[in-house]
């Protein structure tokens, strides 16, 4: 199976954008979505506001890759299942993207994605699959106490990544 990730990623850095700083919203500090908790995690060591907008397109493609991507294994699930559990993984961290596949596919949910996971994700239908998870992330979404005012951009980055993921 050829890997998606170029385009996915293409995807996620259309929601991303650039440098950020928004006071209502947890992440805090963010470039292309990488915020500076996961930037100081993926360096070791402490990093600043500076370093987080000067962060590179080619480095947060590799902290993509690695700490989303792979975590993920979206190599291994089925076209457009890649692309929504990725940008679940992005947008809601890994652990919850595994558990929203897994919840998706009523398999245990445990926050890895393994044999068994893996497994039920080629057996389900691609296109059935993408709707349930999206529509599962939906209803995180309205649970999050920024909602109402992150919530409509939330909705459109979701619909555009069922599109892309259906397409």
């Known amino acids: 199976m050829a890997s998606r990730f170029k385009e996915a990623l293409e995807h996620v850095l259309q929601w991303e954008g650039g440098y950020v700083d928004h006071p209502d919203d947890p992440g805090g500090a963010t470039n292309m979505g990488i915020t500076l908790a996961t930037l100081q995690s993926w360096r070791g060591r402490i990093v600043t506001r500076a370093d987080v907008k000067a962060l590179t397109p080619a480095e947060a493609g590799e902290i993509y890759k690695a700490r989303y991507w792979d975590q993920c294994r979206c190599d291994e699930l089925p076209e ?22 897994q919840e998706a596919l009523n398999v245990t949910s445990d926050g890895r994605i393994g044999p068994i996971t893996l497994a039920a994700a080629r057996r389900a239908d691609p296109r059935g699959l993408v709707s349930e998870i999206a529509a599962r992330r939906m209803l ?17 980055r979701l619909m555009a990544t069922l599109v892309a993921a259906v397409g």
């Open 140 to 156: 995180l979404y309205g649970s999050l106490a920024h909602f109402r005012t992150f919530g409509l951009g939330w909705s459109r």
């Open 80 to 101: 457009g299942v890649d692309t929504i559990v990725f940008d679940a993984a992005v947008n809601h961290g890994a652990g919850r993207a595994a558990r929203l596949l």
